[in-house]
T-cell receptor, first 115, second 115 residues
Framework: GAGVSQSPSNKVTEKGKDVELRCDPI?????LYWYRQSLGQGLEFLIY????????KSGLPSDRFSAERTGGSVSTLTIQRTQQEDSAVYLC?????????????FGPGTRLTVT | SQQGEEDPQALSIQEGENATMNCSYK?????LQWYRQNSGRGLVHLIL?????REKHSGRLRVTLDTSKKSSSLLITASRAADTASYFC???????????????FGQGTILTVHP
């Protein structure tokens, strides 16, 4: 079946603009995760969804970042008033359930460049 | 912030040789996973080892876990040029009794296998 998909694959935006990044998880996966990968910080957890709820938003770096998930499926990560330090690859992953020890399937990522 | 560190940061070997990468972490874990990443994009799950396991094999991969030293190693035997990639360890922590599988990644090892 289809894997995790993300769009766009690349996004270049001007500082101060808002961006929306989309993640389509594997069908039937109830858990969805957003991570960010940047040169200075490596791979960092941002937020986790169980169904449409986000029990853990602890990794969101500032209140400019928000995310939602609808229908227990698609998730959107929104960054408002983008800054240059937001430039990174944003990775989405899903797993069958939020239990420990389950493989997470990653999407190809969205490379965000803020100019 | 990263849970742990990996070494070496970069490893260059010839095809047919074995590659060993190490990962250290700081807190108690439920399990440790190894992922592979090509060209800075999506991560591919390789293997998971639970905290009560000491060694696990999958094809040419061998993973060990020493919880007393809070360290793990990934051995790739008989390496191939196609194994060239970045390799990350990731730990799943018990967070206040909530089991949701949030992963905390190491900095990664860049492996180059020369044909």
């Amino acid at each position: 079946g289809a894997g995790v998909s993300q769009s766009p694959s690349n996004k270049v935006t001007e500082k101060g603009k808002d961006v929306e990044l989309r993640c389509d998880p594997i069908s039937g996966h109830t858990a969805l995760y957003w991570y960010r990968q940047s040169l200075g910080q490596g791979l960092e957890f941002l937020i986790y969804f169980q169904g449409n709820s986000a029990p853990d938003k602890s990794g969101l770096p500032s209140d400019r970042f928000s995310a939602e998930r609808t229908g227990g499926s698609v998730s959107t990560l929104t960054i408002q008033r983008t800054q240059q330090e937001d430039s990174a690859v944003y990775l989405c992953a899903s797993s069958l359930a939020p239990g420990l020890g389950l493989e997470q399937y990653f999407g190809p990522g969205t490379r965000l460049t803020v100019t | 912030s990263q849970q742990g560190e990996e070494d070496p940061q970069a490893l260059s070997i010839q095809e047919g040789e074995n590659a060993t990468m190490n990962c250290s972490y700081k807190t108690s874990i439920n399990n440790l996973q190894w992922y592979r990443q090509n060209s800075g994009r999506g991560l591919v799950h390789l293997i998971l080892i639970r905290s009560n396991e000491r060694e696990k094999h999958s094809g040419r991969l061998r993973v060990t876990l020493d919880t007393s030293k809070k360290s793990s190693s990934l051995l790739i035997t008989a390496s191939r040029a196609a194994d060239t990639a970045s390799y990350f360890c990731a730990t799943a922590l018990n967070a206040g009794g909530t089991s949701y599988g949030k992963l905390t990644f190491g900095q990664g090892t860049i492996l180059t296998v020369h044909p």
